[in-house]
């Protein structure tokens, strides 16, 4: 055996390495625990809090899902500081050269502060909640997270979006008043307009009485346009958040069906089909 291993005090090795697995098994247990415990508390008083401050639910969850990110940063930088504790690194040096490396890389990462800045004035000015229903940056879908630095969004195709907030220099939320139902209908221009109208108008009133999501109308405005092979129809009325589709849905259903027992032709591309037969 070399007489450097000879030197070596193995048993104080030994006794160091089991000595720091213990300590970091110790940390690691630490954090699942307290993390755990601690989204648990989060996640009751922001329950507690919207039910005792009247904070609508959505908020609520925007204001949850930003206090769980900031724990979870928090918790992981003091997770990472104990860790490097356990090593007997002296930790002074170790923040101080963090901090001159975070100064000389701070002027790179000015994308990040502006992330930081302008998602603390989305939350500060309560543009958006999660569950809400907006455009950000030319993208349409339902809020599921706002953080400091991006913003989730689910387009309705179901594809999730993370939007740098820098990103969002125009912000369109729909879900903060009532929304607009928007139906055209094209007839024949062999039909008889007012017949049609006086149809699609008795559907309309059997759909307010029946559908307490609509708020106002629906009401037949009349002819918005003459199109190639048909008069266009408009039916226009206001809903509750996020009912518009629905209602849409059933007036079109309910006034083809109405034409379709009062004998009102819908236009639809027919297709001719010419031969021409060669003389021999």
Known sequence: MPDWMIAVNWEEIGTKAVTVSLQLIG????????????????ETSFTKMGRQRNITPGRSKTLEKLALNVFS?????????LIVGVFEYDIAPLIAGAGIIGLAIGFGAQGLVSDVVTGFFILLEKQIDVEEYVTLAGLDGIVEEVGLRTTRLRGFDGTVHYIPNREISSLSNHSRSNMQ????????????????????????????QEEEAIIEGPDVLGVQGLEDSDVVIRVIAKTANMEQWRIERRL?????????????????????????????
Do not use: W
């Open 252 to 280: 079109r259903k309910d006034i083809k069906e109405a034409f379709d027992l009062h004998g009102i032709e819908i236009p639809f591309p027919h297709q001719v089909n010419i031969s021409k037969e060669e003389n021999n």
């Open 73 to 81: 940063y928090v918790l992981i930088f003091i997770v990472i500081t």
């Open 27 to 42: 940390i690691l247990i630490a954090f699942v625990i307290i993390r755990a415990i601690g989204k648990k508390f989060i």
């Open 181 to 208: 139902a928007l139906v055209d209908i094209g007839i024949s221009y062999d039909e008889n307009i007012d017949k049609a109208v006086k149809v699609m108008q008795d559907v309309c009133d059997r759909a307010a």
